[in-house]
């Protein structure tokens, strides 16, 4: 059974930065594929970024996030980042890490929440203005 806890959430002003974690436990072939996702009040969770574990850790990021955010993991603590930098008010929301097996390698449908697998119970991450 895959267990996903993540840590660093916390109130900063925009222009901070902040570094999400999350530690994973459990069967790695049932994580191969690791992502953050972000659902802020009234709206629908929305895929942040993933990192493919496997190979050459394959990476993609939403938009609105590119330039700004990084994904990493560091596979000796069976963790997984999220560097934030340059935080904006629009990047309030509860940040939530997930696993998949397989989400990541079958195209671009990575950013669907409804095709992963395993959840952790979310960080809320707040950005005043």
């Known amino acids: 059974q895959v267990q996903l806890v993540e840590s660093g959430g916390g109130s900063v002003q925009a222009g901070g930065s902040l570094r999400l974690s999350c530690a994973a436990s459990?069967?790695?072939?049932?994580?191969?594929?690791m992502g953050w996702f972000r659902q802020a009040p009234g709206k629908e969770r929305e895929g942040v970024t993933f990192?493919?574990?496997?190979?050459?850790?394959?990476?993609d990021y939403t938009d609105s996030v590119k330039g700004r955010f990084t994904i990493s993991q560091d596979n000796a603590k069976n963790t997984l980042y999220l560097q934030m930098n340059n935080l904006n008010p629009e990047d309030t929301a509860m940040y939530y890490c997930?696993?998949?097996?397989?989400?990541?390698?079958?195209?671009?449908?990575?950013?669907?929440?409804?095709?992963?697998?395993?959840w952790g119970q979310g960080t809320q991450v707040t950005v005043s203005s």
């Open positions: 459990g069967p790695t072939y049932s994580r191969k594929c």
């Open positions: 990192i493919d574990e496997e190979g050459d850790g394959r990476t």
């Open positions: 997930a696993a998949d097996p397989w989400v990541c390698k079958l195209g671009d449908t990575w950013f669907r929440s409804s095709k992963w697998s395993y």
